[in-house]
């Protein structure tokens, strides 16, 4: 499975920005996919998951990020509205087999894509 992510970019604190990540292989559907961050100096954090019957949001987050999938397109996204300053970071979107809010329960990574908030 290759992930390929894109979407980051430079943003008012306020606006919003939307990932996405790309999936390779044929059984997409069945991938749980996850997005994680990490800031300078940071540990990877858990950002939202989805599979296909549960979607689940790191505090921080909750009400202001959205995660969802188009199967037809192998595709998974990250809406993020109300940015942050803090929510800056490199934003990584990764596949695996069930779903977690463990990044080490994660098989495939995509290559990472910066959103920086400014205030």
């Known amino acids: 499975v290759q992930l390929q992510a894109s979407g980051g970019g430079l943003v008012q604190a306020g606006g919003s920005l939307r990932l996405s990540c790309a999936a390779s292989?044929?059984?997409?559907?069945?991938?749980?996919m996850g997005w994680f961050r990490q800031a300078p100096g940071q540990e990877r954090d858990f950002v939202a998951a989805i599979s296909g019957r549960e979607r689940g949001y790191a505090d921080s987050v909750k009400g202001r990020f959205t995660i969802f999938r188009d199967n037809a397109k192998n595709t998974a996204y990250l809406q993020m509205n109300s940015l942050k300053p803090e929510d800056t970071a490199v934003y990584y979107c990764a596949s695996g087999s069930y779903y977690s809010r463990g990044s080490g329960d994660y098989d495939y990574w995509g290559q990472g894509t910066l959103v920086t908030v400014s205030s």
């Open positions: 292989g044929r059984a997409f559907s069945t991938y749980v």
